[in-house]
């Protein structure tokens, strides 16, 4: 046996999504999406979550509203303007691959229509083709929380079968056009966040009185999962060279305390908010642990009799997660909260915190790829890494970020140290590496970039673009370990 160190080359790298970075909400043909409905408020525990569960009349009065007005997510980095000028700059950085999304509504504006949106095509060919002559691998992702809206309130999201039909459509369509220039495929952006983030993750409107319907949750879960399988199977048929993966939100639970109750409830939490999308798609099964959580919720989902088979023909080739901080489980009722993505944590006292509260975890990294490598037994990506803070622009244009290169350091060192641990890590994409406006928050000023972005919260400013000290010390790692 040879216990030589393990060491390995892996991809370095950048994302952005097509809802928080393209702005251009109506720019040719491009239908109104769920994301564009989604309100800025200021920053408190209640504003945070309602930004998150849209009930109908919030979409409504999104609806009324002309031009960006409180809605930052139609004006978002303003990379319509930018493409060109943001290429150049992660051309310069020396990332290897970039990670970023299409807009459904903007091939296809109501998302049911029989061709594609000629405007939007030519619009994404430019992008695909100038990431291409830059040099960089293209990481894909398909849909990334927004769907058309016109799919939500004509067809029910989701919950609708129909939907697997009209993304089919839509995959075939990126198929055609960009195949050849894709390395690697994610169906659907933290799919799992259709469970905490119903809104988000499968365009399910709160109901305006009481919680949501689980029953719908997993249903529309199950209907991304098939849509997952089948948009699999047809693009292993129309491009061979190219790789498909799943991504799931990981939290990286730790028990409160050494109480048994504690250490149940970590493993519950685990398998419930990250573990069954991941055992669907890359396992290919539905688990035994859902079997009784559904029964002790009363969840009952439809399914046709070819799913089965589907989901276990075509899992994912590899695996990927997001990852920003670890979470406590506990029965208890004691502990001060804090928050996270997507969801809300008891706070871990042995760990320090952003502004936002997401506590800083490095361990928690190596932890979780030492746990999804062992599950899945599939190449790993990381694909969404990061750290959201607020940046001062100075006179001199100058951002002075040394938190952020901090954190990037801490968490580097673990993923180094998970590739000896003998994980097999496929690359590292850092999160909004040019700022972006925040999925979770609604605002401009969590940003996440090592390049900034003028604006603030209510749309104010240039859209100019700045390096921050992080762009020079994430380019000079790259350089080194590339």
């Given at each position: 046996m040879n216990y030589q160190k393990k060491t390995k080359k892996i991809l370095w790298g950048g994302a952005t999504a097509s809802s928080q970075y393209e702005g251009g909400y109506q720019l040719g043909g491009k239908g109104l999406d769920t994301q564009d409905c989604r309100p800025y408020l200021k920053r408190t525990s209640d504003a945070t979550t309602s930004t998150r569960l849209l009930t109908q009349s919030v979409i409504d009065q999104a609806k009324q509203v002309e031009g960006i007005g409180n809605y930052p997510f139609r004006m978002g980095s303003d990379?319509?303007?930018?493409?060109?000028?943001?290429?150049?700059?992660?051309?310069?950085?020396?990332?290897?691959?970039?990670?970023?999304?299409?807009?459904?509504?903007?091939?296809?504006?109501?998302?049911?229509?029989?061709?594609?949106?000629?405007?939007?095509?030519?619009?994404?060919?430019?992008?695909?083709?100038?990431?291409?002559?830059?040099?960089?691998?293209?990481?894909?992702?398909?849909?990334?929380?927004?769907?058309?809206?016109?799919?939500v309130e004509h067809y029910g999201g989701w919950t609708n079968r129909k939907l697997i039909t009209f993304y089919l459509r839509f995959a075939k369509t990126v198929f055609e056009h960009w195949g050849k220039y894709v390395d690697y495929y994610l169906p659907f952006n933290e799919i799992n966040a259709g469970y905490f983030s119903p809104y988000n993750g499968v365009a399910l409107v709160k109901p305006e009185n009481g919680p949501y319907d689980q029953s719908l949750v997993f249903q529309s879960l199950h209907h991304q999962f098939v849509a997952s399988a089948q948009v699999i199977k047809l693009g292993h048929e129309m491009c061979p060279g190219s790789q498909f993966g799943c991504m799931v939100a990981c939290f990286c639970y730790y028990p409160l305390t050494a109480r048994p109750e504690d250490n149940l409830k970590a493993v519950r939490d685990e398998q419930i908010h990250q573990w069954f999308a991941v055992d669907i798609l890359a396992n290919g099964h539905y688990p035994s642990y859902m079997d009784r959580f559904f029964r002790e919720n009363d969840i009952h989902i439809q399914m046709e009799p070819e799913d089965e088979q589907l989901l276990r023909d075509y899992t994912s080739d590899f695996v990927s997660f997001s990852y920003y901080s670890s979470s406590i489980a506990t029965t208890q009722e004691t502990g001060e909260q804090t928050a996270g993505n997507l969801v809300v944590s008891t706070k871990n006292p042995y760990l320090n915190a952003s502004e936002w509260g997401w506590q800083i975890d490095p361990i928690g990294l190596r932890i979780m790829l030492n746990k999804m490598y062992d599950r899945t037994q599939k190449p790993v990506f990381i694909s969404e890494n990061g750290f959201g803070a607020r940046d001062v622009l100075e006179v001199d244009g100058s951002i002075h970020d040394p938190y952020r290169i901090e954190y990037l350091k801490q968490h580097f060192e673990q993923i180094e140290q998970a590739i000896d641990d003998g994980v097999d890590v496929l690359g590292y994409i850092m999160w909004g590496v040019i700022d972006i406006v925040s999925a979770g928050s609604c605002e401009m000023e969590k940003r996440y970039g090592v390049v900034y972005v003028d604006a603030d919260n209510n749309g104010n400013g240039t859209y100019k673009r700045y390096k921050k000290d992080s762009f020079g010390w994430y380019k000079q790692f790259i350089e080194e370990h590339a």
């Open positions: 990379g319509v303007d930018h493409i060109e000028e943001d290429i150049a700059l992660l051309k310069e950085l020396g990332i290897e691959i970039y990670r970023f999304s299409i807009s459904w509504a903007r091939l296809y504006p109501r998302g049911d229509e029989e061709q594609p949106n000629e405007e939007g095509i030519r619009f994404y060919d430019a992008i695909f083709e100038k990431v291409h002559q830059a040099g960089m691998k293209i990481f894909l992702t398909m849909t990334h929380y927004a769907v058309p809206l016109y799919l």
